[in-house]
């Protein structure tokens, strides 16, 4: 069986964006105190017990190394009101915080009011994955937002969650 790739790195990141996934801004705190946060989308549950998560970030992030050297992160899953702190925090930018409403949890991370959820967590483990690192933390904070429209992410953009017709919650 021959191993040889039937796709390019263009066609397989098309594929991948086929799966829906939610939206999310992962904030941390360095020891200095300078802010981080990133737009991810590649945020996972890992366990429920621990209860673990997952996200990951390019080799290529300004940010990797400081994330790296952080104890704590946050992720903060977003509503669709939040598009535009979701393309904020999407950009390389010197200005990212500028001007940015947050609160801060015990472990003094970003925290993003009108949030859906937030977890904070220690960090565990960093995993080699290719191109990216995998941060694994474990949640030990969490807050649960009003009840709103995810901002989701599919094909290249943001995309409306269409509730079922016989969804009674949706009705």
């Known amino acids: 069986m021959s191993r040889k790739r039937n796709f390019t790195k263009r066609q397989l990141r098309d594929a991948l964006g086929m799966f829906a996934t939610g939206v999310t801004i992962v904030t941390s705190r360095t ?33 990797l190394n400081k ?13 669709d009101d939040q598009r535009e702190l979701s393309n904020r925090f999407a ?45 694994v933390g474990e949640a030990f904070n969490m807050e649960v937002g009003t009840p709103a429209a995810p901002l989701l992410y599919y094909q290249g953009g943001y995309r409306l969650l269409m509730p079922d017709a016989t969804d009674a919650e949706w009705a």
């Open 31 to 63: 020891r200095e105190g300078e802010l981080l946060g990133i737009t991810a989308n590649s945020f996972n549950a890992v366990s429920l017990d621990p209860p673990m998560v997952l996200f990951s970030l390019s080799r290529e992030a300004h940010s």
């Open 91 to 135: 950009r390389t930018s010197l200005d990212k915080w500028k001007g940015v409403s947050y609160e801060t949890g015990v472990t003094q991370c970003p925290l993003f009011p009108g949030s859906l959820a937030m977890f904070e967590c220690y960090t565990r483990f960093h995993y080699d994955g290719g191109d990216h690192v995998i941060f």
């Open 67 to 79: 994330f790296e050297s952080c104890d704590f992160f946050a992720v903060n899953i977003l509503s």
